[in-house]
């Protein structure tokens, strides 16, 4: 990342934190725009949108954090369109293409739940711009969460086809999950400093624990580990410079035009 | 005919001058709540050479946000002092800062103000006979509901 100027290690470290969760609302926000007009159900169609401009909303007042934090001459727009894809620090869970409506569930779930676990712990932050925005992100994050853990549940116990697809979607998706809550590289400096309340290995866990009642209670398979847990945020696929090249396209097109 | 805009006196300029000129500005989806009933104003400072005022999102991503600033902005120019109108989250904007009127505001515009789901009521008929739809409605701030009663579907303000 080109972020260098960006002080001492503290600052480093809330900066790459901000861009991990900055960039995973973007992706999974724009990823799930892709439903708007072809969802399920007209209701679906409305919750699925709504819940992806909440997403894009929460990345773009992030991406302003960073950008008074790093004060570069960047704007919160340059920061998300202007980068290489494999610039983007979003967790590897966000990397899936959309799939099935089982498999935007399945994502969606396991991202709303690990992304809660790590609000939580950023509700104290000593970093103020940042604990005053997650207060604000939390109640909204909690309709999504009841909303996907609705469907979790309708999907789990129905039998045949709805089942089947969102165990094929955790086969697929369940190695990556954990990737949301992987160690940052300077974890040690934000707990230090009071800008994350733990370890995101102890966040994990406490995640993992939460998923898998439920998933017990569901008779859904345990989450696996999490595969190459060391490049969690890098690495991305084609299905992501796929949709790279689609949300930056009108930023592109005309270079600098303002709207 | 041409209209002269009178600059008020400095000593008029107060920051109860500005929150009545606030009253007069509308949310542009809910013509019938002005923001100060709708609980966005957090903070509003006068100084000599300088307007200060601080609002509330509603959601993080309210699209309303800057025409609701630019409104603002617009409709401090009588007092003929730069102002700075700007966002923040220092507190969190919850429902409970809706005022009364901000409540009946919404139900004259057809949204049930916030409650829990089963506490909602009609805003055309007052029934609390009444189902949710959808959690999510047609802005990221409102639920749809219907009305069992007068069969109308209705939408209410979400609590957060």
């Known amino acids: 990342m080109d972020f260098a100027g960006a002080g001492d290690g503290r600052e480093r470290a809330l900066a790459l934190l901000l861009f991990s969760m900055a960039d995973d609302e973007f992706v999974i926000g724009f990823s799930d725009s892709e439903w708007t007009g072809i969802g399920p159900i007209l209701e679906e169609d409305v919750a699925i949108s709504s819940i992806a401009q909440d997403e894009l909303g929460h990345a773009q007042a992030l991406y302003r954090l ?111 999950a954990g990737t949301v809550l992987a160690p940052l590289p300077g974890e040690p400096a934000l707990v230090r400093h009071g800008i994350v309340g733990q370890p995101f290995a102890t966040i994990e866990t406490h995640w993992r624990e939460g998923v898998g009642r439920t998933f017990a209670r569901l008779g859904l398979p345990e989450l696996p580990p999490t595969r190459d847990a060391d490049h969690a945020r890098s690495g991305h696929s084609e299905a992501f410079r796929a949709l790279h090249e689609e949300f930056t396209m009108v930023r592109r097109s005309e270079v600098g035009a303002t709207w | 005919m041409v209209m002269v805009k009178a600059a008020a006196p400095s000593e008029l300029v107060s920051a109860a001058a500005v929150r009545r000129i606030l009253a007069t500005v509308h949310d542009p989806e809910i013509p019938t709540v002005s ?126």
């Open chain 2, 35 to 160: 923001i100060v009933d709708l609980g966005l104003v957090h903070d509003v400072r006068v100084d000599p050479e300088r307007i200060s005022v601080e609002l509330l999102p509603t959601f993080v991503a309210c699209p309303a946000l800057e025409v609701i600033r630019s409104t603002v902005v617009d409709a401090l120019a009588v007092l003929d002092r730069p102002a700075d109108v700007t966002f923040t989250f220092a507190v969190p904007w919850t429902t409970k800062r809706l005022t009364p009127a901000g409540a009946a505001g919404l139900r004259k515009a057809g949204i049930a103000p916030p409650a829990e789901p089963s506490a909602v009521h009609c805003p055309f008929c007052a029934s609390g006979r009444v189902a949710m739809d959808n959690a999510f409605g047609p802005t990221l701030c409102r639920s749809l509901f219907y009305c069992r009663d007068c069969r109308q579907p209705f939408e209410a303000f979400k609590p957060i």
């Open chain 1, 66 to 176: 960073l950008a008074d934090l790093v004060a570069d001459g960047r704007d919160a727009d340059a920061i998300a369109y202007d980068r290489p894809p494999e610039g983007y620090l979003h967790a590897r869970l966000l990397d899936h293409p959309r799939g099935d409506w089982a498999a935007t569930i399945v994502r969606r779930y396991l991202y709303d739940t690990a992304d809660a676990a790590r609000l939580d712990a950023l509700a104290d932050s000593s970093y103020r711009p940042l604990a005053e925005l997650v207060a604000k992100i939390r109640r909204e994050e909690r309709y999504h969460l009841m909303h996907m853990e609705t469907w979790l549940e309708r999907l789990a116990r129905a039998s045949g086809e709805p089942r089947d697809r969102l165990l094929a979607a955790l086969a697929e998706m369940g190695p990556d």
